[in-house]
């Protein structure tokens, strides 16, 4: 690094070394706490005596610009006088509409978080102990040994191959026709689902969707900065008179919809309702979003297909689902099945944001899925989570008695309780360190006020028990409390 | 699946059991190819004779709706009827200006593709030889077994934290002073640049970069409706004069810069010339987004800091970075250090995006790096690019003799010749199978007609001989062509 030292004959040479040090740590060539030559290999470096470097280093010492370890040789000073004029801008005002929208409806900012020793019903992520570590361990080693390098290096926008060869015959087997349809890989559904709004939608634009709904999914379009039409539900799903009423009513870009257990009221779509909900929305010609959340815990003996499947040789529906509630979510894939057209779209939309997902991670999950230990332990999945669920609703039922629950099992249950706000239910329960998520998160236009989501997943039988008793006590307090007001 | 048939006394058996088959294909809850129970076994489930089930099966087969194979089963038929009458949307009509623009700009789709047989000088994708594939396994199997389901279960947003304190200190080690900073780990630099413009910027605003630069993030600063001022490049790097004038003049937000080996031209910011450079932005107080491309591959004897150091405990400079030109791109793992309210609200539009990076691909990367692994392999690629460079630009020499070569190593040279248009010359080595990237791809402004970029990473010594060969050959045909037509 003292390469372009040049010496003068004007000036002694320890000053010389002293200033081209000094102009070093000036330009950034050296670094705080970077370690100097020793004074005999500069001194060799240089072609010039030791005695001259030992003289130089000592200035640089006394000056606070280097400081020496006994041992282990001098270093350069961190600059005070540097730190004290640190450049400094207010990032803040700087934020635009779109990143303060995206803080204000981060719920994980914004509510009450998981601590130590809470029973949280706020998570339905799945049970890391249903993960079969050692099938997926034997993914890794078998694909890697198959691609080697190649599944390392930069792949393809759309995806990997093997995987999206995989999921057009899986979806085929779900009864959906993939003519003239495609696939790409996500980073899961969360990244679809902004992906096409992104690509489709204007500033404005209105979205038609349940109410309540995916709570992610409601903060994905209004951070987009589209217009989002509820539709109320009812114990069987979405209001149908409702729903023609909007769609007639209305401009809308895209209808948001997910038929299997929907998140947060559990309710799965009864296939004729299907069939009405789809005609309504061809007949106003108006796309649908499909989100396959939770759809692989459908137990094999109600089979019922995904919106997507009624659209045959159709392109109206636009299928987005990704197995993170069941499989591996820290891997983060997920896939979009649709019309060749969008696909060859979102391909290059998927290139400008992110290049493509890990592939790395779609081969693994491709092995597993293909090996067959997926349909394994799915199996396995349903039989715990339904056991959870059924005992859950035994223990809402004996405790909390709510006005309804909604629902037919997986991962979470939803209730409504007359006259009891669910935050305020939350703030009593909090302080009993039981924690759940309030409806109106769920909701698009500040109702649902009265209900809850009680997610399973993360629990054991004993806390799901426990933590419902205590809301349970909670509501009772609330109601007298309620009556007690009432009789005054 | 029969489970909500129910049985009148007026229609004989058979048929009520003939329509409500009807009814469950017409209704999605039998899919296409589906298997029916076997007669035997629908009798017993519906309680009535064989006979009857064997009778309805008949006249559905008779009407297409079924199929038998025999000694397999009965099973669905495709119904042609609704595929005929698919519902037909036109999206290609539908995709906005955001999406058009992806597709316009995505040179994947608009250049010439790699052909087998051809040689590549378009890639600048690290050679996947180079990959010690070994410690990769070890790193995957370390963290796994350390780790378990944690890894493959959600994770945060900000990132892997074990990776993210890694990272921290190896910036630290840089020169880079991170109080008052953070990191947020991304898929890859792309989605970092990406997710720093979305937040801050409105449509219109004005990024100032070198010009040429790197095409991604011309495209990703486009399709988010930026407004690109570019500067022009010497041999140097970014004309100081003209930076400093478009500086004064305009209303930027934002400098884009890379300062080592910058893409396409190579050239390595000098120290001094650094300063020079952070001072002039802050003098006007635009802040500047550095991209630490390749920075890793800049030999240990020329210590260079980024950019950041300079900016010594301030929070001018937002620094992005990724090891994808070295190690496994096909994981894309970037990062972003920068101010820790910058992180904070990245955090979230993170969440809003995709939610996290892969948790399992950052714990490999965290495991290969805290191994010692990359030390060792950064060494041995710095070699082995720095033998290819020395190679290839001897065969520029030799055979090109172009009018300038910037730049000074690692994985593409930047050649520029007078008079002969990289588009000609492309089309013409393209008959020969040989490809390059022309020069104009990295213009801001269709400029840089005269100049193309030579990638050098997934080629051996000799394509890439062969390979200049034929350009250097073209090169001369060009030339000769147009004194001819400038002597008539």
Redesign the interface.
Known sequence: ?F?SLEFNNNEPIYLQIENYIKY?I???????D?KLPSSRDLSKILGVSRNSVIVAYENLEADGIVYTIKGRGTFVSK?KE????????S??N???S??RL??E??I??TEIPWEKGMISFKSI??D??L?D?DE??KS??NR?SLE????????Y?QGYKPLIDYLLEYMK???V?V?NKDIII???F??GL?MIL?????FGDKILCENPTHNTSI??MK?LGLDIIGVKMNQDGIDIEELENKLKNNKIKFGYLIPSYHNPTGIVMK??K??RVYNLF?KY?I?IIEDGFNEELLYN?????PLS?????????IYISSF?KIL?????VGWILA?K??I??L???K???????????QG?LYEYLNSGAFDKNVKRIRKVYREKYDFALNCINKYIKPDFIWGEGALHIYIGIEGVKSRELLKECYKKNVIFTPGDIFSVDNSCENTLRIGLTRLNLEQIEEGIRIIGEKVKELRERIRFNEDK
Chains 1, 2 share one sequence.
């Open positions: 690094m390469s070093m000036k330009n950034n060539m050296v670094v705080t970077a600059s540097d730190y004290k004029n640190g450049w400094n801008l990032w803040d700087m934020i635009n779109y990143g995206a803080e409806l981060d994980v900012k992520s799945p890391g102990a993960f570590i997926f361990k890794f080693l890697i080697e390098d190649k599944i390392l290096n930069y792949g926008a087997q779900k009864g026709s003519e996500t980073n899961g969360t990244e902004e992104d690509t489709f939608c204007n903060k994905i951070v296939a004729e299907r069939q061809r010609n796309p003996s109600t089979h019922i297909s499947s009624i659209d045959k040789g159709g392109n109206g529906v993170s591996f979510p820290g891997l983060r019309d057209r969008i060859d779209v391909e290059s939309v290139r400008c944001k992110n290049i493509h997902t890990s592939f790395l991670d693994i």
